[in-house]
């Protein structure tokens, strides 16, 4: 039967490094068999907790200051998770949050392999958003406390035992295989090996996320998280039909969607929009993913779950008179008039 191990990682800042919690949920013959938790301090240096992360997680510094840190911890972490194969919501990243922490603690990287719940909810579940607690509910797990590193564990894993029983899949590789995947692997490196790209790009801003640094402002602390999977901007189509409610807009995408940054952005473009990475004075349009409601708009301001610093960005600009017109992915979706995925892995 089906057996594995689902992580999930909370994080203080915008650096991946910054493990504030780690949940982890052992299945064994797609069941529950172990869990763990932990509450984390974050490595020395990357400890500052951004405003916008204690927003979502509700994790602060007071709650960690008798954790342990990421370093001292990981030994006992990585003991739990054995040789097992490691099942994440978009794994890229939790896998990242190891990667990365390893690397600033002055720790060797061991070698682990993994696998993604978001790109097999995007292969087998015909969803408007792939987010967590979507993708959950479809496999029929009712996340209660998103953002909790157990919860949210439980629930990657309840996608990929799920997904398994109806693919009759009687293991990891073999669920895998018939999804035309592969495990994914973090190769082992001794500590003085070449760094990643995300902690390279960090130590470019030495003390940035530093919890003694105070030099910087808390609205100013960078969020280097999302940022490689942003993708080009394809030219807007000027052909497009000009009454199209898409056509003319500068738009920018925030957050998880139910298909890949890069194919949404192609989307929009191919109805007259012009794409961007980042919110400017000419954007008119932001289109928000990770299974946000047309109703948790009217409040966005105020809502926990909008607070990342595209959203922040919005907030600035339209105090400052900028009109900035804010769609939910499946207002998206309907303005392509598709149900979406027909699903690629990002």
Same mark, same amino acid.
């Not at 920018?252 to 194919?263: A, D, P």
């Given at each position: 039967?089906?057996?594995?191990t689902?992580?999930?990682?909370?994080?203080?800042?915008?650096?991946?490094?910054?493990?504030?919690?780690?949940?982890?949920?052992?299945?064994?013959? $797609?069941?529950i068999?172990?869990?763990?938790?932990?509450? /984390?301090?974050?490595?020395? !240096?990357?400890?500052?907790?951004?405003?916008r992360?204690?927003?979502?997680?509700?994790?602060?510094?007071?709650?960690?200051?008798?954790?342990?840190?990421? !370093?001292?911890?990981?030994?006992?972490?990585?003991?739990?998770? !054995?040789?097992?194969?490691?099942v994440?919501?978009?794994? !890229?990243?939790?896998?990242?949050?190891?990667?990365?922490?390893?690397?600033?603690? &002055?720790?060797?990287?061991?070698h682990?392999?993994?696998?993604?719940?978001l790109?097999?909810?995007?292969?087998?579940y015909q969803?408007?958003?792939?987010?967590?607690?979507?993708a959950?509910?479809? *496999?029929?797990?009712?996340?209660?406390?998103?953002?909790? *590193?157990?919860?949210?564990?439980?629930?990657?894993?309840a996608?990929?035992?799920?997904?398994?029983?109806?693919?009759?899949?009687?293991s990891?590789?073999?669920?895998l295989?018939?999804?035309?995947m592969?495990?994914?692997? /973090?190769?082992a490196?001794?500590?003085?090996?070449e760094?990643?790209?995300?902690?390279?790009?960090?130590?470019?801003?030495?003390?940035?996320f530093?919890?003694?640094?105070?030099?910087?402002?808390?609205?100013?602390?960078?969020?280097?998280?999302?940022?490689?999977?942003?993708?080009?901007?394809?030219?807007?189509?000027?052909?497009?039909?000009?009454?199209?409610?898409?056509?003319?807009?500068?738009v920018?995408?925030?957050?998880?969607?139910?298909?890949?940054?890069?194919?949404a952005?192609?989307?929009a473009?191919?109805?007259?929009?012009?794409?961007?990475?980042?919110? $400017?004075s000419?954007?008119?349009?932001?289109?928000?993913g990770? $299974?946000t409601?047309?109703?948790?708009?009217?409040?966005?301001?105020?809502n926990?779950?909008?607070?990342?610093?595209?959203? &922040?960005?919005?907030?600035?600009?339209?105090?400052?008179?900028q009109?900035?017109?804010?769609?939910?992915?499946?207002?998206?979706?309907?303005?392509?008039?598709?149900?979406?995925?027909h699903?690629?892995a990002?």
């Open positions: 039967m089906i057996d594995f689902a992580i999930d990682f909370e994080t203080a800042n915008g650096f991946r490094g910054s493990a504030c919690a780690i949940g982890a949920v052992k299945i064994r013959n $797609g069941a068999a172990e869990t763990h938790y932990s509450l /984390l301090q974050p490595p020395a !240096g990357y400890d500052r907790f951004d405003p992360n204690m927003a979502i997680h509700r994790i602060t510094p007071a709650d960690v200051a008798t954790a342990p840190s990421f !370093g001292e911890h990981f030994e006992t972490l990585h003991q739990f998770l !054995g040789d097992d194969v490691l994440a919501h978009n794994a !890229g990243f939790d896998i990242g949050v190891i990667e990365s922490g390893l690397e600033v603690s &002055q720790l060797p990287i061991p682990m392999e993994f696998a993604c719940s790109t097999l909810s995007r292969k087998h969803l408007a958003s792939h987010a967590l607690p979507s959950a509910a479809e *496999a029929g797990f009712v996340l209660k406390n998103h953002h909790n *590193a157990l919860e949210d564990a439980k629930a990657a894993a996608i990929v035992v799920d997904i398994a029983a109806r693919r009759e899949a009687q990891i590789d073999e669920l295989d018939t999804s035309a592969q495990r994914r692997v /973090l190769v490196r001794a500590v003085g090996a760094l990643s790209r995300p902690t390279r790009h960090a130590l470019t801003m030495p003390g940035m530093d919890a003694t640094n105070h030099r910087v402002a808390a609205d100013e602390l960078p969020d280097l998280i999302r940022w490689p999977n942003e993708g080009s901007n394809p030219p807007a189509n000027e052909l497009a039909d000009s009454k199209h409610p898409l056509f003319g807009h500068h920018v995408f925030t957050g998880l969607l139910g298909i890949s940054r890069q194919e952005k192609q989307k473009a191919a109805y007259g929009a012009q794409t961007q990475s980042r919110i $400017g000419t954007t008119t349009m932001v289109i928000i990770d $299974g409601r047309p109703e948790e708009l009217a409040d966005f301001e105020h926990p779950r909008l607070q990342q610093r595209k959203m &922040q960005e919005v907030v600035r600009r339209r105090a400052q008179g009109d900035i017109v804010l769609v939910t992915e499946p207002e998206f979706l309907g303005m392509l008039n598709e149900n979406w995925p699903a690629t990002m």
